[in-house]
């Protein structure tokens, strides 16, 4: 049974190699077909991934408020400094108006740049409180973490992330160090007491959440920052001056259930809403990314199911209409094998196998192409990034971000629906060969 | 005496719209084992026809046809096929080999339907060896037909029809392509075969040819006319 199966579809690979570039063509469109179902498998595997990676890093029972800059011209303030986002009465707003609420984590961010002696470097300052440590799941590989006594204090302490410990001590110990940090034409100098571990950068989402290169932060308490620095930030870049005036950069709520997400991220929605006329902040859900990944991988599997669909078909018609010139082609031969003690289901099976071997050799060379889905989509993505940037700059970060992610399923899937296409579109052909009368087949030219 | 085939009132009507043809008018006659018979007539006279019914390529409008001992008037095509596959040995005009097989291949063909279909044996393989050379193409195994002579090919058909030891052979116009040089030696290998006990038998256009069988049976009208070379 297997010898006869194996031998069987020797003699179909055969035949068609008899005719290489018509067999070729009549795979094309099984081939196109089983790369398009893999690539967009992978892609909406890929979404999907990234939405998860993204929850397990911002917390499925967080709720993100963040102050976002509103669009020129509509800012309060004088010309050049404009006022926004979230407020330090909106954080107590938000600890007193959540029910569900297990804690508030406020947060302070400005863009700026530290020395410690000699070498300078671009930081991330941010104003924190001892619980942002445990949100963001740092590790502290050197000294420790800001304390509650550091923010009632409001000590003149931080804390490095490694990549800015790097640059600014090089590959010493930077813990016992001072820093100095300059902002609004003022420096102040800061003990270093911890450095924490690396960290992997974090994907944007949705627009609302850029992603962020966690390893040039520098912690300080949240209590320093105002008091140091203070809500106004001033730079002058190029000549121009500009400044802006910010309580809190962000507030990440957390709840006790996943459930309750939901239910907090509107309520925080109701207690800003009218403080807030402009819309200058943003909730992030991120539970709610995943429902925006499943949109997305929704609408890759529409894609899939269309483009898959119609090659498939275009495939199966191909192959069929290559069988029947085949068989047509070799009547003769059908009525020799029939004069040879051949039965209608030997001749069935004969091109059926031809078939067959037809479109899963088609759909083997598609998987192949299909594994091609993630260098090429590297190579779509670097390509675009270093000769289209306006282009680039444009796509949503999704997009940009994405890692394609070839499924097992989606290459069997593929593989046996190419196997079941040839059986389809190659009944007829085969049937036709089959009811052939072998008398006429003899007497065929 | 065995016969090894034998049929009674044979008759085979085509329908062409309304029209019937009948090829075949009702004929009898009786094949001993190891019989040689031409087959002789006018074009048309249903010498063809009479062949591919005795070959089992088709069944007959009337009349009874038994085959080593079967009833071949009444099968399924799937036994037919099988009759075919194990009774019979065609050899044809036009050798009708497959292209693209090789020598070797070709006289395989058969051993592919056999019944229960069972995977080529080294015996088998070993018989379509001794076949070939019993044809004198030893040395051809490799060659696919067109680089073959006619009458190579012809006898690569011969080898063929002796695979399954086929209870008689059929050869409808076996030296029609050849030149007379090349036919006398298919004849030949013919004569030795019936010699050997092989029933054959052969439709012929060519007096000399048929002389060489044992009898001659001539044919007119779908009707056997008589026995001899010629009519009457
Ligand atoms: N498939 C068919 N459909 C209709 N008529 C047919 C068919 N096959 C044969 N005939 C008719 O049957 C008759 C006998 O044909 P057959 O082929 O047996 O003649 P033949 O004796 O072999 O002639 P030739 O010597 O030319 O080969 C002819 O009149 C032919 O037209
Ligand atoms: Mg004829």
């Known amino acids: ?445 | 005496m065995r016969m090894a085939a034998e049929f009674e009132n044979l008759e085979k009507h085509y329908h062409l719209g309304d029209v019937v043809v009948k090829a075949l008018r009702g004929v009898t006659a009786a094949f001993p084992e190891g019989d040689f018979v031409a087959l002789m007539g006018s074009s048309g006279s249903g010498k063809s026809t009479l062949l591919n019914l005795l070959g089992a390529l088709d069944r007959p409008t009337h009349g009874r046809y038994i085959l080593g001992g079967y009833d071949v008037s009444t099968l399924s095509d799937r036994q037919l096929s099988q009759v075919r596959n194990q009774l019979i040995g065609f050899i044809f005009q036009s050798y009708n080999l497959i292209a693209q097989y090789t020598v070797l291949e070709n006289i395989q063909v058969p051993l592919q339907y056999r019944p229960g279909r069972p995977p080529i044996s080294s015996r088998d393989r070993n018989r379509c060896l001794d076949l070939a050379e019993q044809v004198g193409l030893s040395d051809r195994l490799d060659h696919r037909p067109y680089q073959l002579s006619g009458g190579q090919q012809q006898r690569v058909a011969i080898a063929r029809a002796l695979l399954n030891d086929p209870e008689i052979i059929l050869a409808d116009e076996p030296t029609g392509n050849l030149d007379s040089k090349t036919g006398a030696e298919i004849m030949q290998i013919l004569g030795k075969l019936n010699r050997e006990g092989r029933t054959i038998i052969m439709v012929t256009h060519e007096p000399d040819i048929a002389e060489q069988a044992k009898r001659q049976i001539y044919m007119r009208d779908g009707m056997i006319a008589g026995e001899g070379i010629f009519p009457g």
């Open chain 1, 1 to 445: 049974m297997i010898a006869r199966l194996i031998s069987t579809i020797r003699l179909g690979f055969k035949s068609l190699m008899l005719h290489k570039l018509r067999s070729g063509l009549a795979m094309l469109g099984i081939m196109i077909g089983v790369t398009a179902v893999i690539w967009l498998v992978a892609m909406g595997e890929g979404v999907s991934y990234q939405a998860q990676q993204q929850i397990k890093d911002l917390g499925a029972t967080n709720v993100i408020v963040r102050s976002m800059k509103p669009s020129s011209g509509s800012a309060t303030g004088s010309s050049f400094i404009i006022e926004y986002g979230l407020t330090r009465d909106d954080y107590q707003r938000i600890l007193e108006g959540v029910p569900s609420i297990r804690r508030a984590v406020p947060m302070r961010e400005i863009k700026g740049d530290a020395r410690a002696g000699s070498r300078e470097s671009e930081i991330q300052l941010l104003g924190v409180t001892p619980d942002y440590r445990d949100m963001n799941h740092l590790i502290v590989e050197r000294g420790r973490f800001l304390s509650d006594r550091d923010v009632i204090g409001e000590e003149n302490v931080c804390v490095l992330a490694a990549g800015a410990a790097t640059n600014l001590f090089a590959h010493e110990n930077p813990v016992g160090r001072k820093i100095e940090i300059q902002f609004n034409g003022k420096s102040d100098v800061y003990k270093v007491v911890g450095q924490t571990a690396d960290r992997t950068p974090s994907a944007a989402i949705g627009g609302s959440l850029a992603g962020r290169d966690f390893n040039t932060d520098v912690y300080i308490p949240l209590t320093t920052l105002r008091l140091r620095i203070g809500d106004q930030v001033i730079t002058s870049r190029s000549g121009s001056r500009e400044g802006e005036i910010v309580q809190l950069s962000q507030i990440t709520v957390t709840v006790g259930e996943v459930e309750e997400v939901e239910e907090a991220a509107g309520i925080i929605e109701i207690l800003l809403e009218k403080y807030h006329p402009l819309g200058d902040y943003a909730v992030v859900v991120p539970s709610e990314l995943l429902r925006q990944a499943e949109m997305l991988r929704m609408m890759f599997n529409v894609l899939l199911i269309l483009i898959a669909g119609i090659s498939l078909l275009v495939g199966g018609i191909g192959i069929m209409n290559i069988m029947l010139a085949t068989v047509t082609e070799r009547t003769r031969e059908i009525g020799i094998r029939r004069a040879l003690g051949a039965t209608q289901e030997d001749v069935i099976i004969q091109f059926l196998a031809e078939t067959i071997v037809l479109s899963a050799a088609g759909g083997m060379i598609g998987v192949v192409f299909g594994f091609g889905c993630i260098p090429v989509t590297y190579l779509a993505q670097t390509g675009l990034e270093r000769w289209l940037p306006e282009v680039w700059s444009t796509l949503p970060t999704t997009i940009r971000d994405l890692q394609p992610r070839i499924a097992i399923w989606s290459i069997i899937a593929s593989f046996l629906i190419s196997v079941g296409v040839g059986v389809l579109f190659g009944l007829y052909p085969a049937r036709r060969a089959a009811m052939m009368d072998p008398i006429e087949a003899l007497r065929h030219e």
